[in-house]
């Protein structure tokens, strides 16, 4: 069950406050920000646990379970339409008992019962209603429920009587229905094993091209979510195959993301997804782990093109966390909301976007007469708003900024040289964001989650790798550092998933394994300090044995400690983040090169295995999947920079090293010292290898065999070349 220790950190901002009125329920001793926000609601919540489920069976009611998180927007439309309203609650704590779930907290019931409810309905999201028996059975989902029937949708009063009358005169209906859902949760559990081939690359770049706009970028013809997953594994096949129309899609994505208002121009980093098809109106939330993955997708991208671009949007993005979502200690909050007040001294007044909208006049008092028309031709401001679509009816008069003109355009237009119209708007954006920082914020989620963490440490040490940026550096280090002081039991070796407030709490999920080894690994490649390393192998070998299905191969979702799980899952689609096995996947293929281990790579072939059945039916389901696989029938590079530490000649060959994109590889540091000791324990053939003629040396290798050493990056910079291209 709920494991909890207590530590001694500053604590975080104090989250937004629960609302002033109405006598606390049992939430109000929780740590999530979510719960806190429903701690004064008159229904009687129960935080999932014992005390909840064994009040449900001495009492003979059902459980409803609503699970959410705190920057949801229809999660807070809900709160504010059924969990606030009297009588509903009143009728809600006669016939049910209630639980409150964070999903960002608890992935393991979340799993669970978003599955029920997609076998339930066809679809689902967040918040999401579950009906229950008080043996945790599903029987009835939903996601929004509206007070009373609306929008296609019965109403919550009309469910719940209709649910109590059921119960309590014709429960076998209950209780087959249920029967049959948890037989489809423990068949979805099941993994099915099959051989993984090349076809399965081939289909799954066609699969994803067949989904491609090539008008607007991204795929699908509605809502736009970014999912880079599907950029990096688009970047991989263009590596692999020299396959152009892959890495057309992924760039044309990015820069079409990077114009559209999903991208905040302001003040850096990407809003959630938008509602439309070209990037114009976003879903203003911003999450912790879009920003780690889009980080290291534009990273990648300027690694491929050298094209400034990307890296400026890199560095936005990275600013932006630093800025905003980082901690005193070095850690990572988790989200911002959609919603703000529209006036600082009404916080209860909020809307969607409130924070990031600008009507002309606002702009034109801001800017003056000479910057405004240039600013607002550029970013396509209109003195009645240019929201394309206004789902909630906020947009109106409000413009939403984005590229409309692009910087040619704009010379053209305003008869200006290059230079000036980007100085104009570089000093535009900056008088905006002063203005802007005056507003009310959004909502702060400030709860640390070891896995995104985990993505954030790996995107700033990328970043470090490619922009030599020493700062990013410090703050990998700084958030790698803060995990293992706060969220790592080091007797038992084993990581919790949530900390706030000097509270770490829950078990690590698949995912916290498998996102902070990964950004173990890229800080060790950052920085050669062998700690990392270590702790990363130490790291993967507690995730086998937490996680590890030696029947089926790959890891399950969670621990299987905790029987109030009915079944332990195995998430097979890399969505808005990646599934553990795919990031584990890879972590063990990485690992098996730095230490030459057989049974990790072994390991990591039977993770893909497992997958396999769904990899054939629906490969587009799983890029980061086919990205490990693709992985596992490359033969990677080995690189070593034999050199001193932070040495001129050192950095040089190493900064060569990272400005090309070599995704399949490994980099050592052989530093004549500790550290080489070290690693020889794993590869022996590194104990020799040592600087030429006094000057750092390159050794660029494969299946641990070495080109001649060489010191010359224009050398290096031949021998890191794309292989020859596989044909599938």
Same mark, same amino acid.
């Given at each position: 069950?709920?494991?909890?220790?207590?530590?001694?950190?500053?604590?975080?901002?104090?989250?937004?406050?629960?609302?002033?009125?109405?006598?606390?329920?049992?939430?109000?001793?929780?740590?999530?920000?979510?719960?806190?926000?429903?701690?004064?609601?008159?229904?009687?919540?129960?935080?999932?646990?014992?005390?909840?489920?064994?009040?449900?069976?001495?009492?003979?009611?059902?459980?409803?379970?609503?699970?959410?998180?705190?920057?949801?927007?229809?999660?807070?439309?809900?709160?504010?339409?059924?969990?606030?309203?009297?009588?509903?609650?009143?009728?809600?704590?006669?016939?049910?008992?209630?639980?409150?779930?964070?999903?960002?907290?608890?992935?393991?019931?979340?799993?669970?019962?978003?599955?029920?409810?997609?076998?339930?309905?066809?679809?689902?999201?967040?918040?999401?209603?579950?009906?229950?028996?008080?043996?945790?059975?599903?029987?009835?989902?939903?996601?929004?429920?509206?007070?009373?029937?609306?929008?296609?949708?019965?109403?919550?009063?009309?469910?719940?009587?209709?649910?109590?009358?059921?119960?309590?005169?014709?429960?076998?209906?209950?209780?087959?229905?249920?029967?049959?859902?948890?037989?489809?949760?423990?068949?979805?559990?099941?993994?099915?094993?099959?051989?993984?081939?090349?076809?399965?690359?081939?289909?799954?770049?066609?699969?994803?091209?067949?989904?491609?706009?090539?008008?607007?970028?991204?795929?699908?013809?509605?809502?736009?979510?970014?999912?880079?997953?599907?950029?990096?594994?688009?970047?991989?096949?263009?590596?692999?195959?020299?396959?152009?129309?892959?890495?057309?899609?992924?760039?044309?994505?990015?820069?079409?993301?990077?114009?559209?208002?999903?991208?905040?121009?302001? @003040?850096?980093?990407?809003?959630?997804? #938008?509602? !439309? %098809? $070209?990037?114009? &109106?976003?879903? *203003?939330? /911003?999450?912790?782990?879009?920003?780690?993955?889009?980080?290291?997708?534009?990273?990648?991208?300027?690694?491929?093109?050298?094209?400034?671009?990307?890296?400026?949007?890199?560095?936005?993005?990275?600013?932006?966390?630093?800025?905003?979502?980082?901690?005193?200690?070095?850690?990572?909050?988790?989200?911002?909301?959609?919603?703000?007040?529209?006036?600082?001294?009404?916080?209860?007044?909020?809307?969607?976007?409130?924070?990031?909208?600008?009507?002309?006049?606002?702009?034109?008092?801001?800017?003056?007469?000479?910057?405004?028309?240039?600013?607002?031709?550029?970013?396509?401001?209109?003195?009645?708003?240019?929201?394309?679509?206004?789902?909630?009816?906020?947009?109106? @008069?409000?413009?939403?900024?984005?590229? #409309?003109? !692009? %910087? $040619?355009?704009? &010379?053209?237009? *305003?008869? /200006?040289?290059?230079?000036?119209?980007?100085?104009?708007?570089?000093?535009?954006?900056?008088?905006?964001?002063?203005?802007?920082?005056?507003?009310?914020?959004?909502?702060?989620?400030?709860?640390?989650?070891?896995?995104?963490?985990?993505?954030?440490?790996?995107?700033?040490?990328?970043?470090?790798?490619?922009?030599?940026?020493?700062?990013?550096?410090?703050?990998?280090?700084?958030?790698?550092?803060?995990?293992?002081?706060?969220?790592?039991?080091?007797?038992?070796?084993?990581?919790?998933?949530?900390?706030?407030?000097?509270?770490?709490?829950?078990?690590?999920?698949?995912?916290?394994?498998?996102?902070?080894?990964?950004?173990?690994?890229?800080?060790?490649?950052?920085?050669?300090?062998?700690?990392?390393?270590?702790?990363?192998?130490?790291?993967?070998?507690?995730?086998?044995?937490?996680?590890?299905?030696?029947?089926?191969?790959?890891?399950?979702?969670?621990?299987?400690?905790?029987?109030?799980?009915?079944?332990?899952?195995?998430?097979?689609?890399?969505?808005?983040?990646?599934?553990?096995?795919?990031?584990?996947?890879?972590?063990?293929?990485?690992?098996?090169?730095?230490?030459?281990?057989?049974?990790?790579?072994?390991?990591?072939?039977?993770?893909?295995?497992?997958?396999?059945?769904?990899?054939?039916?629906?490969?587009?389901?799983?890029?980061?999947?086919?990205?490990?696989?693709?992985?596992?029938?490359?033969?990677?590079?080995?690189?070593?920079?034999?050199?001193?530490?932070?040495?001129?000649?050192?950095?040089?060959?190493?900064?060569?090293?990272?400005?090309?994109?070599?995704?399949?590889?490994?980099?050592?540091?052989?530093?004549?010292?500790?550290?080489?000791?070290?690693?020889?324990?794993?590869?022996?053939?590194?104990?020799?290898?040592?600087?030429?003629?006094?000057?750092?040396?390159?050794?660029?290798?494969?299946?641990?065999?070495?080109?001649?050493?060489?010191?010359?990056?224009?050398?290096?910079?031949?021998?890191?070349?794309?292989?020859?291209?596989?044909?599938?």
């Amino acid at each position: 069950m709920e494991q909890a220790k207590k530590m001694n950190s500053s604590p975080p901002p104090a989250p937004e406050k629960p609302h002033d009125t109405g006598k606390p329920n049992r939430l109000i001793r929780e740590k999530s920000p979510y719960l806190l926000q429903h701690a004064r609601n008159p229904v009687d919540w129960y935080p999932w646990g014992e005390e909840a489920f064994e009040r449900a069976r001495k009492e003979d009611k059902p459980i409803f379970l609503s699970v959410g998180y705190s920057t949801c927007y229809w999660c807070h439309v809900m709160e504010r339409e059924v969990f606030e309203d009297t009588a509903i609650a009143r009728l809600m704590n006669e016939r049910l008992v209630s639980i409150k779930v964070d999903r960002e907290e608890r992935p393991d019931v979340d799993r669970v019962y978003m599955t029920a409810v997609q076998a339930m309905t066809g679809s689902g999201g967040w918040p999401m209603s579950v009906f229950l028996t008080p043996d945790l059975v599903p029987f009835l989902g939903a996601t929004y429920i509206p007070p009373t029937a609306r929008y296609g949708r019965p109403g919550f009063t009309d469910i719940v009587r209709h649910i109590s009358d059921l119960w309590k005169n014709d429960r076998s209906k209950i209780l087959v229905s249920g029967k049959q859902i948890e037989e489809i949760l423990r068949k979805s559990a099941r993994s099915t094993p099959a051989k993984v081939e090349d076809s399965a690359l081939r289909e799954g770049f066609k699969q994803i091209a067949a989904g491609y706009d090539p008008v607007h970028g991204g795929f699908g013809s509605g809502m736009k979510f970014p999912r880079p997953v599907t950029l990096d594994f688009l970047f991989r096949r263009y590596y692999r195959r020299g396959d152009s129309a892959a890495l057309d899609m992924a760039l044309a994505t990015i820069r079409k993301m990077a114009d559209g208002g999903v991208y905040d121009h302001i @003040g850096g980093g990407f809003h959630r997804y #938008a509602v !439309d %098809a $070209g990037w114009r &109106v976003p879903h *203003f939330e /911003k999450m912790l782990y879009d920003q780690a993955q889009l980080a290291v997708t534009c990273l990648e991208a300027y690694q491929i093109t050298h094209d400034p671009l990307y890296s400026s949007l890199a560095r936005d993005i990275l600013g932006y966390v630093a800025r905003d979502m980082t901690g005193p200690n070095g850690e990572f909050y988790s989200a911002e909301d959609a919603e703000s007040a529209t006036d600082p001294d009404e916080t209860g007044k909020k809307e969607e976007g409130a924070f990031y909208l600008w009507t002309k006049p606002e702009i034109d008092r801001i800017l003056g007469n000479e910057a405004a028309p240039l600013f607002n031709y550029y970013f396509g401001v209109e003195d009645t708003g240019n929201a394309p679509s206004d789902p909630m009816n906020v947009f109106r @008069g409000k413009n939403i900024l984005y590229v #409309a003109h !692009d %910087a $040619g355009e704009t &010379v053209r237009k *305003f008869g /200006k040289q290059p230079e000036e119209v980007i100085s104009i708007l570089e000093t535009s954006r900056k008088k905006l964001a002063r203005e802007r920082v005056k507003r009310a914020r959004p909502h702060l989620d400030d709860k640390i989650i070891t896995a995104w963490n985990g993505l954030m440490i790996s995107a700033f040490a990328r970043a470090y790798q490619v922009l030599h940026d020493e700062e990013y550096l410090r703050r990998a280090r700084r958030g790698a550092e803060f995990i293992l002081e706060n969220l790592y039991d080091k007797g038992s070796g084993t990581l919790y998933r949530r900390y706030r407030d000097g509270d770490a709490r829950f078990e690590g999920s698949l995912q916290d394994y498998a996102f902070f080894v990964r950004g173990l690994l890229d800080l060790y490649e950052a920085s050669f300090e062998t700690i990392w390393l270590r702790t990363a192998i130490s790291l993967n070998n507690k995730q086998s044995d937490l996680f590890r299905d030696s029947i089926g191969g790959g890891f399950f979702d969670a621990s299987g400690k905790d029987p109030s799980i009915l079944v332990r899952t195995k998430e097979d689609y890399d969505g808005a983040e990646p599934t553990g096995n795919s990031i584990a996947a890879v972590n063990l293929l990485r690992l098996a090169q730095l230490t030459a281990n057989e049974g990790l790579r072994d390991m990591a072939e039977k993770t893909i295995r497992a997958f396999g059945s769904r990899i054939r039916s629906v490969p587009e389901s799983m890029p980061g999947m086919l990205a490990a696989y693709t992985w596992s029938i490359t033969t990677p590079r080995e690189i070593i920079i034999a050199g001193e530490p932070g040495a001129a000649d050192t950095k040089a060959l190493l900064a060569e090293v990272h400005s090309h994109f070599v995704p399949f590889r490994s980099l050592i540091l052989a530093d004549g010292g500790s550290g080489q000791e070290e690693l020889a324990s794993y590869l022996p053939f590194i104990k020799e290898m040592r600087t030429s003629e006094g000057k750092a040396t390159a050794y660029i290798c494969q299946n641990y065999a070495c080109s001649l050493p060489s010191s010359d990056r224009e050398v290096v910079a031949k021998l890191l070349s794309p292989p020859r291209r596989h044909p599938e």
